[in-house]
């Protein structure tokens, strides 16, 4: 798979250890950037970019980072297209998770909603929360999940990317 990656100064370092995890997978990683280390950076520099990659078929998917993701998401989603989901650490559901009166079972059910649900096709990741580890999983957990394709979820997408 070909996969848009892309940080502000806050997830350089989380972004290269996850982009040499990928490659070892066998993916191939499109990575736009920053090169060097600015703290004074601006994320949107770098998110229009990889989100443009995805939207254009360049890439399949995106993958980005920043200290909490929030900015980064909200860039990437400006672009026609985009639907890209937050992920700042596990979450544990309190009740019901979809229509069927599923209750999931267990900490990363939010990711696989995300693709389950909303077909996310690219991933916004809050470096200062997440360690190498955690990204490993959540990355490789959100890659393997497919859309579920249910006609509701089909429906709310197309209203989405018509705006």
Same mark, same amino acid.
């Given at each position: 798979?070909?996969?848009?990656?892309?940080?502000?100064?806050?997830?350089?370092?989380?972004?290269?250890?996850?982009?040499?995890?990928?490659?070892?997978?066998?993916?191939?990683?499109?990575?736009?950037?920053?090169?060097?280390?600015?703290?004074?950076?601006?994320?949107?520099?770098?998110?229009?970019?990889?989100?443009?990659?995805?939207?254009?078929?360049?890439?399949?998917?995106?993958?980005?980072?920043?200290?909490?993701?929030?900015?980064? @998401?909200?860039?990437?989603?400006? +672009?026609?297209? %985009?639907?890209?989901? $937050?992920?700042?650490?596990?979450?544990? /559901?309190? &009740?019901?998770?979809?229509?069927?009166?599923?209750?999931?079972?267990?900490?990363?059910?939010?990711?696989?909603?995300?693709?389950?649900?909303?077909?996310?096709?690219?991933?916004?990741? @809050?470096?200062?929360?997440?360690? +190498?580890?955690? %990204?490993?999983?959540? $990355?490789?957990?959100?890659?393997?999940? /497919?859309? &579920?394709?249910?006609?509701?979820?089909?429906?709310?997408?197309?209203?989405?990317?018509?705006?």
């Amino acid at each position: 798979m070909k996969i848009a990656l892309s940080t502000d100064h806050a997830g350089m370092e989380l972004l290269g250890q996850l982009q040499q995890y990928l490659e070892s997978l066998g993916h191939e990683c499109v990575n736009y950037g920053p090169d060097t280390f600015q703290p004074e950076d601006d994320y949107p520099d770098f998110i229009f970019p990889a989100a443009e990659a995805v939207t254009s078929g360049e890439c399949e998917v995106g993958i980005i980072m920043g200290g909490s993701g929030q900015g980064e @998401a909200m860039a990437a989603n400006r +672009v026609k297209g %985009v639907r890209c989901a $937050v992920y700042y650490g596990p979450a544990q /559901p309190v &009740g019901v998770v979809n229509a069927e009166g599923h209750t999931a079972g267990d900490e990363y059910e939010i990711i696989r909603l995300s693709r389950q649900h909303n077909d996310a096709n690219m991933l916004s990741l @809050a470096a200062r929360f997440l360690s +190498v580890e955690e %990204v490993q999983k959540v $990355v490789t957990l959100w890659l393997e999940t /497919p859309f &579920g394709a249910v006609e509701r979820h089909q429906r709310r997408i197309a209203k989405l990317d018509e705006r």
